[in-house]
């Protein structure tokens, strides 16, 4: 069964650290993605990669990095959390030119900035 | 620019019933594709079903089906013979022809009632 594996399911954090959220697949998919899960905000794209070390902003890629040197795994990184990042973060994989289809979400991070 | 619209943010239902979840969109693309995602309170995102814009027929998918009317950019989910594991979380999305990213709206709370 293909996966996508988030490393935490839920995360506490102070204000200021620097938090590292995880996400492998084992489906050699090309692209990746990584959104924020917000109520009355639904998922919205932070950032996302077409290839290894390569990647593109989303719609909200403000405060966030990331880093994808291996092609299973694509990390989102907070340079310094704030209490606005507390959110559920999802990560995803898809193959390149799958067409219609192919999107697989992993079961989220739970993360909470105090 | 993609833009998806859920307006309902909560929906009750009877089991057995029928449901009716509201979409509508908009993008200035011609070639573009429509998605709706079940999230269950486990958090992962389960794919249930597509339509593309040059599909002649409405997609079905068991008790899924959707309703697409493209003059009117809307793509309704219709859940026949609601069950109580129905209850969950449900997000429509889209993606543009080319484009890898989904684009997700503010996604609808439905419960199943006994």
């Known amino acids: 069964d293909v996966k996508v594996t988030q490393s935490s399911r839920y995360l506490v954090k102070r204000t200021g650290e620097k938090v590292f959220l995880e996400c492998v697949q084992d489906m050699d998919h090309e692209n990746m993605f990584w959104y924020r899960q917000d109520p009355g905000l639904g998922l919205r794209l932070i950032y996302f990669s077409y290839d290894v070390k390569m990647k593109e902003k989303g719609d909200i890629p403000e405060g966030y990095s990331v880093s994808r040197e291996k092609k299973e795994r694509f990390s989102l990184i907070l340079e310094s959390a704030s209490t606005n990042q507390t959110s559920m973060y999802l990560c995803?994989?898809?193959?390149?030119?799958?067409?219609?289809?192919?999107?697989?979400f992993g079961s989220g991070t739970r993360l909470t900035v105090v | 620019a993609q833009k998806i619209t859920q307006t309902q943010p909560g929906m009750f239902v009877q089991e057995k019933e029928a449901v009716t979840l509201d979409c509508t969109y908009d993008?200035?693309?011609?070639?573009?594709?429509l998605f709706w995602y079940k999230q269950p309170s486990s958090g992962e995102m389960i794919f249930l079903i597509y339509?593309?814009?040059?599909?002649?027929q409405n997609a079905t998918e068991g008790r899924y089906s959707l309703n697409f009317q493209k003059a009117r950019k809307s793509a309704n989910l219709v859940i026949s013979a609601s069950q109580l594991g129905d209850s969950a979380m449900y997000f429509c999305a889209m993606r543009d022809q080319g484009a890898q990213k989904l684009v997700f709206g503010q996604g609808t709370r439905l419960t199943i009632n006994p």
């Open positions: 993008t200035s693309d011609p070639s573009y594709g």
């Open positions: 995803a994989s898809r193959p390149a030119n799958q067409g219609a289809y192919g999107y697989t």
């Open positions: 339509q593309g814009s040059y599909d002649q």
